[in-house]
C-alpha cells in the first residue's frame, strides 16, 4: 500500500472516533487492515484495468465489530485515488437506510475525506413522465384508449388501462409532479399507490425510449437519479439491483464493474439472490394468449407501420415462429398435463412435479430445442420492431414512420419482446444438456388451478448453485471485491460460502469474533422439556409447557422462532388466556407493525412476546429490554421439498457425497447463529436463548452446531 493512503486511512480512522467520542475495537482496526492492502495490492495496467485474480475478500465479523466503518475507510480512499467507483451493496432496506441517513453523512462529517455518496434504484420505483401523461390523457378523452381498434386487443389483454377509481390519484399525482412537490421516486410518496396503477405509471429498459424521450431532458425521474449517480463517489444498491445489472451486460444500470470496487455486505444473501436472477418459468396457457394475440393484431400493425418497408418485412415474417410456437407449445402442453404424475405440494392450488436430477425426457428436450429457435427468431424480429419504433421517435433520424404512431405501439411491442426473451431463457435452460461432472439445473413443473375450473403449467428451471454464474458475471469482471457479513461460515468454515458464491479456493478469508462477552451476558439452554421433534404433538405440547413456565411474569420480553407456520398457529391456539393476551405472531401483522407494537408494550412496562418464522430470525434490531429471551423451537433445517435444494441433493449423493452433512447441516448452522444474534445486540445487554430440539445434544451432528454457536454460558438438561 501507498504511504500516502495508509496516513490517510489512519487519518480519517482517529478522526472518526474523535468525532463520535469512541474507542477503537480490534477487529474493527484488524477488518479496516485485511481489507485495505487486499484492494490496494490489485495490480492494474495503464489503462486502469486489473491485472491477475488476487482481487476479493471475506470478511465474516461478530456483532459489534463495527465492520461498517472499517469497510467504508478501507475502501473509499483507495477507491477515489485509483478513480473507481464504490459500489455498496446490501441485502435489506435497514442496513441502506443506516449507510445513507447515518454512516455516510457522518464519515463525510467527522473526517476529512471528500466524497459524495448516492443511493441506486431501479427504473421500476421511478415514475415514467411519459407514462404518466398518457394515462391522465386515456382518463380525460371522451374515448377511452381501450376503445381505440389499432390498440383494443393489446391495451385490454397486456397493458392494465387506469380505471374511473384511479382519477383522483392520478391527478394528484400529476399536480405534485408539475408542481415541484414530488420528485417521482416511488419511495418519497406520502400516500401509498396501488401496484397495479403503479405498473402503469413506470417502465423497463425495454420499453423506454431514453434520450428519444421528450422528457428526457429534464423532467425524467430515473434519468435526473442517473445524473446524480454518475458524480457519486459512492453508489449505495441491493443485491437484487447489482445482480439486474449484471443480467443486463453491466454498466447498464451501476457504473462497469471492470472499473468499481465492490462491498456486499449481509453476504450471505447473495448466492439465494442470484439464484433467482439465473433462474426462469414459463406458462403454457398465458403464454399461449400473448402469441394469439400478436397474430391476431398483426394486420393492425401492418397497416399502422405501412410507411416503413423493413417494419412491414418484420411482421409478415412474424407469423411463422408464432404460428409454429402456438401448434408446438399446445401439443407439449397436453402431453405434459396427461402424462406427468403430480404430487400434492404444501400448496393444494398448485401440485407440483421435479425431474430426478433435472433430467428432462428425451422428447420434452427436442421439443425445447425447437422451441428455443422459433423463439429465438421471435425475439430478433420484435427485436428489429422495437428499435425501429424508437429511431422514429428521434427527429434526427428521418424516419419514414410518423412519430406519433411509433410513440403509441413501441410500449406494447416491447412489452412483447421482454415475455419473448423471458420464455428465450427458460427454453434455453431446458434445451441445453447439463454439463458432464457439473452440478445440474433443478427442472420442475407446477400445475396452477386457477378460478373458474381454469388451470395453466408452469415449467421452471434454475441452476442449483449460482457459483458459476457468479464466478463468470460479476467475479472474473470486478476490480475488487470484499463479501463480509456476522454469518458467513458454517460450522466455523468458509467452505459453503465458497462453494455457493464461487469465490476461488485461494481467496483470502478472515473471522473476527465479536467483541461482547458472551460468557457474561447471556445463557444457552436445553431445557428438559426439550424432545426430538419428529413426535410433532409431543413437540408441540414440549414448546407449550416451557411457555407457560417460563414467561409467565410481568417483564417478559421474549421473541419465540418457528420452522413451521402450522407449528407456530398451533401452539398461539394452546397458549393460555394469560400469554395469549400478550403474544403477537407473525400472521397478524406485518414484520415493521408488529416491532413496533412490541416496543411500544415494552416502553409500557408490559409484558410481550413475538411469535416468528425464519424472517424473524435475522435482521430485526431489539437492543436491551427490548429483549431478553429468544426460543428456538426446533433447530432449523431446511424443507426438503423445494426443487433447487432437492435436485442438489440427488446430484451430490449420485457422486457419493453426503447432502445432509454437506449441505443441510451447514446452512443450519448459519441460520441457528443468526437466531441466536437477536439477543446481544449491545455491550451491555443480558438474557437467555432456548432451544427445545434436543437433537442437538444426542444426534452425532449436535457437537458441530454447538461449536458453531457464540459462546454463552451452557445450561444443557
Avoid at 390519484?169 to 414530488?182: I, N, P, Q
Avoid at 428425451?362 to 421439443?367: G, N, Y
Avoid at 469482471?477 to 465458497?498: Q, V, W
Avoid at 419465540?560 to 394469560?578: A, K, W
Amino acid at each position: 500500500m501507498k504511504p500516502e493512503d495508509q496516513l490517510l486511512i489512519q487519518k480519517a480512522y482517529r478522526e472518526f472516533l474523535e468525532g463520535r467520542q469512541v474507542k477503537p475495537r480490534g477487529g474493527q482496526k484488524q477488518m479496516i487492515a485485511d481489507i485495505a492492502k487486499s484492494f490496494a495490492a490489485i495490480a492494474e495496467d495503464e489503462e486502469g484495468r486489473r491485472k491477475g485474480n488476487n482481487h476479493l475478500i471475506a470478511i465474516e465479523a461478530g456483532t459489534g465489530t463495527g465492520k461498517t466503518l472499517a469497510y467504508l475507510l478501507a475502501t473509499l480512499p483507495l477507491a477515489q485515488a485509483r478513480e473507481k467507483r464504490l459500489i455498496l451493496s446490501t441485502a435489506t432496506i435497514a442496513l441502506q437506510e443506516q449507510l445513507l441517513l447515518r454512516d455516510l453523512p457522518d464519515l463525510k462529517k467527522l473526517t476529512s475525506l471528500d466524497f459524495n455518496f448516492a443511493l441506486a434504484k431501479g427504473r421500476g420505483r421511478y415514475l415514467c413522465t411519459a407514462q404518466l401523461s398518457k394515462a391522465a390523457a386515456s382518463l380525460r378523452a371522451a374515448e377511452p384508449e381501450s376503445e381505440k381498434a389499432t390498440l383494443s386487443l393489446f391495451e385490454q389483454e397486456l397493458l392494465a388501462q387506469p380505471q374511473a377509481k384511479d382519477e383522483e390519484v392520478l391527478t394528484r399525482l400529476l399536480e405534485d409532479f408539475a408542481g415541484g412537490r414530488w420528485d417521482g421516486d416511488r419511495d418519497s410518496l406520502q400516500e401509498a399507490v396501488p401496484q397495479d396503477l403503479w405498473n402503469r405509471l413506470t417502465t423497463d429498459h425495454q420499453r423506454c425510449t431514453n434520450r428519444r424521450c421528450p422528457h428526457f431532458a429534464a423532467a425524467c425521474p430515473f434519468y435526473n437519479a442517473r445524473r446524480e449517480l454518475e458524480q457519486a463517489d459512492v453508489i449505495v444498491a441491493n443485491h437484487d439491483l447489482v445482480l439486474a445489472d449484471l443480467a443486463l451486460g453491466g454498466g447498464a444500470i451501476l457504473p462497469a464493474p471492470e472499473q468499481s470496487y465492490y462491498v456486499f455486505d449481509e453476504a450471505h444473501h447473495l448466492p439465494d439472490k442470484a439464484l433467482n436472477h439465473f433462474a426462469a418459468s414459463f406458462r403454457f396457457n398465458a403464454s399461449l394468449k400473448w402469441l394469439q394475440l400478436l397474430k391476431k393484431s398483426q394486420p393492425d400493425l401492418l397497416r399502422a407501420l405501412a410507411a416503413s418497408p423493413s417494419a412491414t418485412s418484420q411482421l409478415n415474417q412474424i407469423l411463422v415462429p408464432v404460428d409454429e410456437l402456438v401448434r408446438d407449445l399446445g401439443v407439449l402442453y397436453s402431453q405434459l398435463l396427461d402424462g406427468t404424475p403430480f404430487k400434492d405440494s404444501y400448496n393444494p392450488s398448485q401440485p407440483v412435479f421435479r425431474w430426478p436430477q433435472g433430467k428432462l425426457p428425451e422428447e420434452v428436450r427436442q421439443f425445447a430445442g425447437q422451441l428455443l429457435i422459433y423463439f429465438s427468431t421471435l425475439c430478433r424480429l420484435l427485436e428489429n420492431l422495437v428499435n425501429q419504433l424508437k429511431e422514429a421517435q428521434d427527429p434526427e433520424k428521418g424516419s419514414s414512420l410518423d412519430a406519433e404512431i411509433a410513440a403509441e405501439w413501441q410500449p406494447l411491442l416491447a412489452l412483447l419482446h421482454s415475455r419473448a426473451l423471458a420464455a428465450h431463457q427458460l427454453w434455453s435452460l431446458c434445451a441445453e444438456p447439463d454439463q458432464e461432472g457439473r452440478p445440474p439445473h433443478a427442472r420442475w413443473l407446477t400445475q396452477h388451478r386457477l378460478s373458474e375450473g381454469d388451470e395453466d403449467l408452469e415449467l421452471a428451471a434454475s441452476p442449483v448453485t449460482a457459483a458459476g454464474d457468479l464466478a463468470y458475471r460479476l467475479w472474473s469482471r470486478c476490480f475488487g471485491s470484499a463479501l463480509t457479513s456476522a454469518t458467513l461460515t458454517a460450522l466455523g468454515k468458509f467452505d459453503r460460502l465458497k462453494q455457493r458464491t464461487g469465490l476461488a479456493e485461494a481467496t483470502p478469508c478472515h473471522s473476527y469474533p465479536s467483541p461482547f462477552d458472551y460468557q457474561r451476558l447471556g445463557i444457552l439452554e436445553v431445557p428438559k422439556q426439550a424432545c426430538d421433534p419428529s413426535q410433532q404433538q409431543a413437540h408441540t405440547d414440549a414448546i407449550l409447557d416451557y411457555l407457560e413456565t417460563e414467561l409467565q411474569h410481568p417483564q417478559a420480553a421474549a421473541l419465540v422462532l418457528f420452522s413451521s407456520r402450522r407449528q407456530m398457529n398451533e401452539v398461539y391456539d394452546g397458549l393460555p388466556t394469560q400469554l395469549k393476551r400478550v403474544t403477537l405472531t407473525q400472521d397478524q401483522l406485518s414484520k415493521n407493525r408488529l416491532i413496533e407494537k412490541h416496543r411500544v408494550r415494552i416502553d409500557e412496562k408490559k409484558p410481550s412476546i413475538i411469535f416468528g418464522l425464519a424472517s424473524l430470525a435475522e435482521g430485526i434490531d431489539l437492543p436491551g429490554k427490548y429483549l431478553t429471551h429468544v426460543i428456538i423451537a426446533r433447530l432449523p433445517f431446511s424443507t426438503p421439498d423445494d426443487p433447487v435444494d432437492a435436485t442438489l441433493a440427488e446430484w451430490i449423493e449420485s457422486t457419493g457425497g453426503n447432502p445432509f452433512m454437506q449441505i443441510t447441516v451447514p446452512d443450519a448452522s448459519v441460520r441457528l447463529v443468526q437466531a441466536c444474534g437477536r439477543l446481544i445486540r449491545q455491550e451491555d445487554d443480558q438474557g437467555k436463548v432456548t432451544l427445545l430440539d434436543r437433537r442437538i445434544l444426542t444426534k452425532r451432528y449436535g457437537s458441530q452446531l454447538l461449536n458453531s454457536l457464540p459462546p454463552f454460558k451452557r445450561q444443557l438438561s
